[in-house]
């Protein structure tokens, strides 16, 4: 029997965001035969004709894109589920001081838990995105086990936004882009004469858009000025707006750049950058130098974790993390694991960890899970 005589049937709703990402996902899975239809889902209304929330033109773009493919779309509002599960938090988050990342809580919220959920009351057998990752079904120890690997294309690799998703998330979900590139992709769409083929990523906060980050914030929490402090000697050189509005090896924006005080090995004046915050004195300390060491840590501690498998790795094995999104994988211990606590020790001292971010942990390909930086 053929792949496609397989897959014929077998129904599958994409996530059709309006990109060209989940354009193609939806394209290949027809191609390969299953049943596909799109989804269409719209998480965000509170300001949405400012120019800077582009809905209504994604909306447009994946309604021209199934045209093509040939493919139903149906479009679902979750904006009240995104505001309670995800937005309130994001906002709980910055009030407290911390840099949360509202990316990956969307992700296991809303596009696999709103999403899958509602995909499932339409009949559908599993769920597609087009997130370049891969799930694979492992075999071992008389257990079937969904485990969330790294795409092909490191580069473009988005398993760190995936690593609250659980088994139950995993057996149901199709990655279609894990083995291609982006440059791959585009020229698929290219080929197809899908309109969204050279449309540029969207980038900013998931489902909200691009926009400026301070002015977007202070609708939301009010400005609360303080002290900017200079770490090692407690001198007052400025005054914040808020703390919400920075975040740990900031540079830019802490208007303070004409102190200039300690000078690199060319003579040249360093800048400031945040080391970190007092939220009950409300201070913002700062220090001069990105090699500074306040800036350097080998240790974090993880607190909310997820384990994908539903089981904690060993504690003392060597592993690799990621301390941030960008950041490269480094090798690791789990020093102390306990139930909702972990100790990450770092082979090599990392650079502004970010209490709020995720740290994911991996195991050659295999994306074991994280936590969130305390």
Same mark, same amino acid.
């Given at each position: 029997?053929?792949?496609?005589? $397989?897959?014929? !049937? ?21 191609? *390969? ?26 909306? $447009? ?48 919220? %809303? ?29 071992? !120890? ?36 894990? +083995? ?75 208007? %303070? !750049? #004409? ?5 690199? +090995?060319? #003579? ?7 080391? #970190? ?49 960008? +950041? ?5 211990? %789990? ?11 770092? +082979? ?16 050659? *390909? ?6 969130? $930086?305390?």
């Amino acid at each position: 029997m053929s792949a496609s005589n $397989i897959m014929d !049937g077998m129904r599958v709703v994409v996530g059709i965001s309006g990109g060209v990402d989940s354009a193609v996902a939806a394209l290949l899975l027809k191609r *390969q035969g299953y049943a596909v239809s799109g989804l269409f889902m719209k998480n965000w209304e509170d300001d949405d004709g400012d120019g800077y929330c582009s809905s209504r033109q994604d909306l $447009i773009d994946a309604a021209s894109a199934c045209d093509v493919i040939g493919i139903d779309l149906e479009v679902m509002n979750f904006s009240r589920e995104y505001k309670e599960r995800v937005f309130a938090d994001f906002l709980r988050e910055y009030e407290a001081g911390r840099t949360p990342n509202p990316d990956i809580l969307c992700n296991s919220e %809303i596009k696999f838990r709103c999403f899958l959920d509602h995909a499932m009351d339409m009949g559908a057998e599993c769920i597609a995105t087009g997130h370049y990752a891969q799930v694979r079904a492992w075999e071992g !120890g008389g257990s079937r086990e969904f485990q969330l690997l790294k795409a092909e294309d490191g580069t473009k690799d988005q398993s760190y936004f995936l690593y609250r998703l659980t088994q139950a998330q995993l057996a149901k979900t199709l990655f279609p882009l894990g +083995a291609l590139t982006k440059r791959e992709v585009r020229r698929i769409a290219a080929e197809a004469g899908l309109p969204v083929a050279a449309k540029k990523d969207s980038t900013g906060i998931c489902f909200i858009g691009e926009r400026p980050f301070r002015e977007f914030l202070m609708r939301y929490l009010p400005t609360r000025p303080g002290e900017i402090r200079n770490l090692d000697d407690g001198r007052v050189l400025g005054e914040h707006q808020g703390l919400m509005y920075h975040t740990v090896g900031q540079r830019k924006g802490l208007g %303070i !750049g #004409g102190i200039r005080e300690r000078q690199d +090995a060319a #003579g040249e004046h360093e800048a400031w950058y945040v080391a #970190g915050k007092d939220v009950a004195a409300n201070v913002l300390t700062v220090v001069q130098g990105r090699d500074h060491p306040a800036l350097l840590k080998n240790r974090l501690t993880a607190l909310d974790l997820n384990w994908i498998a539903g089981r904690r790795p060993h504690a003392h094995w060597v592993y690799a993390a990621k301390p941030r999104y960008r +950041a490269p994988d480094m090798p690791c211990v %789990i020093d102390l694991l306990e139930e909702d606590r972990a100790e990450i020790v770092f +082979a090599q001292p990392q650079w502004a960890l970010t209490p709020g971010q995720s740290v994911v942990l991996y195991e050659s *390909q295999v994306c074991l899970g994280g936590g969130i $930086i305390a």
